[in-house]
């Protein structure tokens, strides 16, 4: 080899080396948060007051992520109640083709969360069973076709956008610590619709080329009943209750969508 073609071999490789080492910097982040009250951040007792009662707050993992990374620009539009029906008539008028990362988080309340809460904290242990078993009966076969269409209209609003979705926690700890309140039975029952909540959310995700953020393992030692909860039980105002508190949003939901997102 010429010294001059070697030369210009070595100084090309050099540059080679360079670039890696210093990449050109990343294109800014867009970052839009959509979903339910698990995403607004009911339950952590803080709340901006612009976002009246959709009880949008500081200390829920969305602001929490944004407060970590500095992205280019933020918005949450999760909504305390908000259904897969409002996200995709409301809550996507925030995406744009500039939106470069959504999380999302729906589907609880279409499945019944409050009413399967009511039913389960008010009736019988066979109350409880059958309002779960009803609703997972919804998640098996009405919620997949509810989510499709909301990851469709997400899609639509944001083509180039990453998009993450997170599902939901176990409330319990069966057998825990705690020796009133709900039954094992009615706990065990809860939980098994939030398995049902995960293997509906998680599969359709998939489907949609989405993440998935699973926070059930996050959570575990950490549920109602535990040593450490990270959720609150029945709790005033009574909205909060069953919603992750603030050690839940800090070091169960943050951490793992970090571990997806970075």
């Excluded at 919620?143 to 909301?150: A, F, R, V």
């Excluded at 709900?182 to 029952?189: E, G, I």
């Amino acid at each position: 080899m010429r010294p001059a073609h070697f030369l210009a071999s070595v100084v090309t490789a050099a540059a080679a080396v360079i670039a890696l080492a210093n990449p050109a910097s990343a294109a800014p982040v867009n970052y839009v948060a959509l979903g339910d009250s698990y995403a607004s951040g009911l339950g952590t007792g803080s709340y901006d007051g612009t976002s009246g009662s959709c009880k949008r707050g500081p200390l829920a993992y969305p602001a929490l992520w944004a407060a970590a990374t500095a992205p280019a620009s933020f918005k949450s539009v999760a909504c305390s109640g908000a259904r897969t029906g409002d996200v995709i008539n409301g809550q996507t008028a925030a995406l744009s083709t500039s939106t470069t990362l959504v999380t999302l988080q729906v589907g609880g309340n279409d499945a019944g969360f409050t009413d399967v809460i009511t039913t389960c904290t008010f009736g019988s242990d066979q109350d409880c069973v059958n309002r779960v078993n009803q609703s997972k009966t919804f998640i098996a076969n009405t919620l997949p076709g509810l989510l499709d269409n909301t990851y469709g209209a997400v899609r639509g609003k944001a083509p180039s956008a990453r998009v993450v979705v997170l599902g939901y926690p176990r409330i319990y700890k069966v057998p825990g610590t705690c020796n009133v309140g709900l039954s094992d039975t009615k706990r065990s029952a809860i939980n098994s619709g939030s398995d049902a909540l995960h293997n509906a959310i998680s599969a359709r995700a998939a489907a949609a080329g989405f993440g998935y953020v699973d926070v059930r393992g996050a959570f575990g030692g950490h549920e109602i009943c535990s040593s450490d909860w990270w959720l609150n039980s029945l709790s005033w105002p009574v909205e909060e209750s069953y919603h992750p508190n603030r050690a839940g949003h800090q070091s169960g939901y943050l951490p793992a969508l970090r571990a997806v997102v970075g």
